[in-house]
Structure formats: structure tokens, C-alpha cells
């Protein structure tokens, strides 16, 4: 589906006509009809081949001529042409967290700033603070945002990797002299986020298979073009880079390509150990060079007296001693999900109503999922009433009839204040299926400060799961300064569930912490705060992140079934 890249197109069109100073209504009209095509619950591409887009709220015919070019030809007339108008790094400052398209218009036209490091300095020698709207707090926000960039850069999330590699990947199946074909690098371990693309294919016709690769319908630029490897660029500057290799030595350059650099060295030193000789393309006997095996990764793993290694494990946190002692967790698959325990509907501020949450879910092949609206405090969301709670209840109770064998869960996902204590009291948080808890607001505190808000929150009785626990968005927002050790320490005592929050700019524990968590025998959910029906199928990264943190079946709570987890919240 092309929906969130024709989307993204979109909302940038709308920044850079706020860079220009447009009339608010013109940016509106981009953004509404990026929202719509973001939370579409079908293709953009069948829309447009049934001639259906101005059935699309908020799209007339101009707007519509525009999604149908970007969407039958990969780009824009428009948007290439609003780029050339402005110069190019105002748009890359819209990535710096805290600097929205009216403030850059302001450092653009006041101080005529044009690039990253430009701002930098103003920023540093107190020139922005006194620029409408700005003050020595956002001043000291945005150099903050320029260092998270800084971190991030050339690195994409993994959900447009994800989305960008097996598109290639189905594009290359299409190919008959291809034999065998995977994705490899940080992307088949499913790391949060993606430098390049990385693919390995085997065949006996490299050159014929790298002139098939260069020519997919996404490259903007050919890096280069060799027999056994070949890179490319897509429209979007991301990089992939295909490897064609003999079938016999497919697996060995498999487990290479996939790393990571960490896990392959003490693969290396192992075999060396042993008496082998392993590299890309297969592994040898030491002395004599002779060739042992390299058709699958399975044989490598076997040969050096390891159980096989799954992907997401390979990063050199002790998947290899566990490997040697055949201790390694059978780690929780997609499969293994019954449920989605934190999704927003059109009560706060998700886009679907509850009965097409449902619908989607029996989709999924899900037993129950938790409606987990905000809390009253938080009015950016449209949090909830008592009085909008009790209407709640009663169309999920209604809905509930009709179905059978799936329940609908009356949660919430209530703010944790400051002090620690919850937006709801008790006397609100018992009418609840469960409680889900979060910070939305205040995240400048000190360690200490944080650490004991969240405990507090997790005190309360009500509490079940504490949702994306470090409160971070990836190249947007740092993660909270908190003591990691005592919140476990805290999840444990009180019974709390740790959640992995499944979307993408999250995936929050993330995989370092879960592995520690993990040790310290807490217990784990997996959401994807869905806020339309399309992020409901983020459950896959939730699940990777799972994965990459050695998790099992049984270390998460959403893998229960109905009846279980009506005897977990004493339904």
C-alpha cells in the first residue's frame, strides 16, 4: 500500500506551504486529506484505479488531480517544484523536534537563516530567544533537537524499511533466475531503526539479475552496478543494496550479511577454535581450505556446536553462550498474539469507532481487544469524562451481544500527573475492564522525580499496565531520565505489566530494556496504540521488539487467551 507515502508527500507539501506563509486554509486542506489517506482502511492505489478520490472527505478535483500523478507516477510536479522555492535544509529542520513550519518561516525571513548549522549557532549565541514566539526555553529545545537529530541521522524507522524491503523483495521473486532470496543487515534482525537496506539473492546469472534490480520502479539514482553487487537509491534517499552470491554459499552469506558485526566475530573466533575458517562464502576447514558447508545457515550453526540463532537475537548479548548450552528462549511469534490491549477509538482521539476496531480485529484473528481511551486531563487527546466513560461502557456492552467468542474490553489509558498520582480516582478507575497507565505531559524531570512518578502511578491498586514505559519518540523526543532497575523492581512488587508499545516511532520498552526487565522476571504486553485500523497491523514490530529482547510466549500478557485474561482481570 502506497497510503502513507502519498501521505507523507502531502503533510510535506503542507509544511512547505506554511514555510511560504500561505493562507492557513490551503495548508488545511493538505493536511485533512494526508490524515484521511493515512487512516484509509483500503489501498490509495485501488482509489485511484476506480476513479474514487473525491469520495475521500475534504479532497475536491484539484487535490485529487495531484494524489492520482503521485500515486501512477512515484512523485509530484507540485511538490518538486515547491521544494526548488525554498531552500532545501528549511525542510530537513522540520525533523528537529520542537521546530514546527512557522517558527523555520520566522528564522527564514528574520534572521535569514537557511541551513541546520546556521541555526545551530544562532541558537547557541542567544539569537532565537527573542524572536516572536520563541523565548530561552524553545531556543534551548531546538539545540536539543538538532543533537536527537544529529544521533539519527541517515537512519530511517523500521516500519518504512520494513515497507520498502519487502516491496523490493516481491518485485525480485518475480524474476525466474533467481533462486533463493532474503533480506539480511540490521533489517532482517529488525532493528528500531534502518541505515540501508541490505538483500541477498543466489543465482547463476548475476549481471541479468542486477540489470532486473537497478530497473525497479522506486530507484532515483544508480550508485553503482557490479556482477555481485549493485546499490541503489530510492525516491525517498534511502539506500538498498542487493548481493548475488552461488546458491552453495547462500546461507554463509546470509548469516554474514545479517550480522551483526558483533555476533559475526565471535561466530569467526569460534570457528577458528574449532579449526575452521568462516566467512561469506562458506566454512572451510582451516589448514586445508576445504569446503564444509555454506548452503544454509542452519548447517554453520550446527558445525560450530550452536543451536540455530534466530535473527533478532544476533547482537552479541549472550545468544552464543546460550546457543552452545541449547538455552536459548523460544522466542513469542506473531502467531502466538490474541489480542490487542491498547487501542484508541473515536471517543478520544483515535479516528475509528469501536465497532470497526472489532471488525478489524476478528480480521487479525484476535479474541478480544482493549478500547483504551485518554484520561480527562488530557484535552490535545480529547480525554474522557465520567459521562462519556458510561456511554462507552454501554455501546461496547451493546456490541459485545452480537459477538461470539471475542469480547471488546472497556480500558483506558489514564495520565499519570506529576505527583504521581492518576487522572481518574479510584471511584472512576473500578467501572474499567483493566487500567492502562502513561505520562503524556511534564517530561522535563529530574531522575528521581520521574522514576517516583511512574512507581507511584503503579501503586495504585486499579493499575495493570504501565504503557510506553520511557516515554520516548524516536528522532523526536529523548527517552525519560528514569532508574530503570527500580521500575522493574516496582512492575514486579505491584503486579504490573511492562507494555512494548508496538508504533513504530516508540517500540517502547525498547529491546535492551526488555531483555533486562526480562531477567528481572517482570511480565510484558504488547500494543500498538492504534489510532486508526491500518496501526493495528504495527503489531508486528511490537512483536520483533519482543523478539530482539528474548522474550517468550509466556513472558507476555496479550498472548493469553479470552478466558485467561478474564481470570487475569477478574472479569
Excluded at 544529529?150 to 519487502?166: E, F, I, Q
Excluded at 481487544?369 to 469524562?385: F, K, N
Excluded at 528514569?482 to 517500540?507: G, Q, V, W
Aim: aromatic share 8%.
Amino acid at each position: 500500500m502506497k497510503n502513507q507515502l502519498v501521505a507523507d508527500v502531502l503533510y510535506q507539501v503542507a509544511d512547505l506551504l506554511d514555510i511560504k506563509g500561505e493562507i492557513f486554509f490551503k495548508t488545511r486542506a493538505y493536511r485533512m486529506a494526508a490524515q484521511k489517506i493515512e487512516t484509509l482502511n483500503e489501498d490509495i492505489e485501488t482509489v485511484v484505479k476506480e476513479n474514487r478520490l473525491r469520495e475521500i472527505p475534504g479532497v475536491g478535483e484539484a487535490l485529487a488531480k495531484k494524489i492520482k500523478e503521485l500515486v501512477e507516477t512515484g512523485r509530484l510536479e507540485y511538490f518538486e517544484k515547491l521544494k526548488k522555492e525554498i531552500p532545501p535544509e528549511l525542510l530537513k529542520m522540520l525533523d528537529i523536534s520542537g521546530l514546527g513550519p512557522k517558527k523555520i518561516a520566522a528564522v527564514y525571513n528574520k534572521l535569514g537563516i537557511k541551513t541546520i548549522e546556521e541555526l545551530r549557532k544562532a541558537a547557541e549565541e542567544g539569537k532565537l530567544r527573542n524572536l516572536e514566539g520563541f523565548g530561552e526555553i524553545t531556543e534551548k529545545n531546538i539545540l536539543r533537537g538538532i543533537r536527537l537529530m544529529d544521533k539519527t541521522s541517515g537512519r530511517v524507522l523500521l516500519n518504512v524499511a520494513y515497507h520498502h524491503g519487502n516491496k523490493y523483495i516481491e518485485y525480485l521473486k518475480k524474476h525466474k533466475k533467481i533462486k533463493r532470496l532474503s533480506l539480511a543487515g540490521s533489517l532482517r534482525r529488525m532493528k528500531e531503526t534502518i541505515g540501508d537496506i541490505d538483500i541477498l539473492a543466489s543465482s547463476d546469472e548475476p549481471d541479468e539479475i542486477m540489470d532486473y534490480f537497478v530497473k525497479y520502479y522506486d530507484v532515483q539514482r544508480i550508485l553503482m552496478k557490479g556482477s555481485t553487487k549493485s546499490s541503489v537509491v530510492l525516491n525517498d534517499e534511502l539506500q538498498v543494496d542487493l548481493r548475488v552470491v552461488d546458491d552453495k554459499s547462500f546461507g554463509a552469506a546470509l548469516q554474514y550479511f545479517t550480522g551483526s558485526k558483533e555476533h559475526n566475530v565471535q561466530m569467526r573466533n569460534l570457528a577458528i577454535k574449532k579449526g575452521f575458517k568462516l566467512n561469506e562464502y562458506g566454512l572451510f576447514k582451516k589448514n586445508t581450505d576445504t569446503f564444509i558447508t555454506g548452503r544454509n545457515e542452519e548447517e554453520i550453526y550446527k558445525k560450530l556446536g550452536l543451536a540455530f540463532i534466530e535473527p533478532e537475537l544476533r547482537e552479541n548479548r549472550g545468544e552464543i553462550e546460550a546457543a552452545k548450552e541449547n538455552k536459548l528462549p523460544r522466542l513469542v511469534k506473531h502467531d502466538d498474539i490474541k489480542g490487542d490491549l491498547h487501542v484508541h477509538s473515536n471517543y478520544s482521539d483515535g479516528f475509528e469507532t469501536i465497532e470497526a476496531i472489532a471488525e478489524k480485529s476478528l480480521r487479525l484473528g484476535y479474541q478480544y481487544v482493549g478500547i483504551t481511551d485518554h484520561s480527562q486531563s488530557l484535552r490535545v487527546a480529547h480525554g474522557l469524562s465520567k459521562e462519556q466513560i458510561v456511554k462507552k461502557k454501554k455501546e461496547i456492552e451493546k456490541i459485545n451481544k452480537k459477538l461470539d467468542n471475542f469480547r471488546i474490553l472497556c480500558g483506558t489509558e489514564c495520565d499519570i500527573k506529576p505527583d504521581g498520582t492518576l487522572d481518574y480516582d479510584n471511584s472512576i478507575l473500578k467501572m474499567f475492564d483493566f487500567v492502562m497507565i502513561g505520562i503524556h505531559t511534564s517530561f522535563k524531570m529530574s531522575r528521581k522525580e520521574a522514576t517516583n512518578r511512574i512507581i507511584r502511578g503503579m501503586e495504585n491498586r486499579y493499575v495493570n499496565i504501565l504503557a510506553h514505559p520511557t516515554c520516548r519518540l524516536m528522532m523526536k523526543r529523548e527517552p525519560l531520565d528514569l532508574d530503570m532497575e527500580k521500575i522493574f523492581e516496582a512492575a514486579k512488587e505491584t503486579n504490573t505489566y511492562l507494555e512494548i508499545n508496538a508504533f513504530p516511532d516508540r517500540l517502547d520498552l525498547n529491546d535492551y530494556y526488555t531483555k533486562l526487565a526480562k531477567e528481572q522476571k517482570v511480565k510484558f504486553t504488547v500494543g500498538t496504540d492504534a489510532h486508526s485500523l491500518n496501526h493495528m497491523d504495527f503489531m508486528r514490530y511490537g512483536v520483533a521488539t519482543a523478539r530482539r529482547g528474548w522474550l517468550e510466549k509466556k513472558d507476555i500478557l496479550n498472548t493469553c487467551t479470552l478466558k485467561e485474561i478474564e481470570r487475569i482481570f477478574e472479569l
